[in-house]
């Protein structure tokens, strides 16, 4: 039996985009990759996120935001940052860790301007299918184009 590839998802914060990485990895590729997800801070779970990542079947309910520093010791294979913020401000990761970056649009920005609660969640709705269309793509993604 192959080794699973240990894999992170770097946010600022750890409430939204990182947990829907984290939570579609677990959903679609538990298999091939044991995943994490961390912020440089931590700022709790988004509720919106947990609201489309459930509407899609995918529970990341139970999940909790968590620092990267307490993970610090993780062997991970890959780091994916996913969002600048994170990738300017990631830490070095002792090891063999390749740090990439793959950067989403971050929800609750883009969806300050908006007024109905529906037209807020289509805005979580659209990255979290963008999240999945990449997930979908690994490990291959990671490790044949050397992302």
Known sequence: MQNKIKLLFLCTGNSCRSQMAEGWTRHLKSDQIETWSAGIETHGLNPRAVQVMAEAGVDISGHESQ?????????????????????????????????????????????????????????????????????????????????
Not at 86 to 110: R, S
Not at 117 to 141: K, M, Q, S
């Open 67 to 147: 620092n990267i520093q307490d993970m610090l010791d993780i062997p991970f294979d890959y780091v994916i940052t996913v969002c600048g913020h994170a990738h300017e401000t990631c830490p070095v990761f002792p090891g063999k860790a390749k740090v990439v970056h793959v950067g989403f649009e971050d929800p609750p920005k883009m969806a300050k301007d908006y007024l109905t609660e529906e037209d807020l969640l289509n805005c979580y709705r659209r990255v979290r299918d963008e999240i999945r269309a990449f997930v979908e793509t690994l490990p291959g993604a990671l490790i044949s184009q050397d992302i």
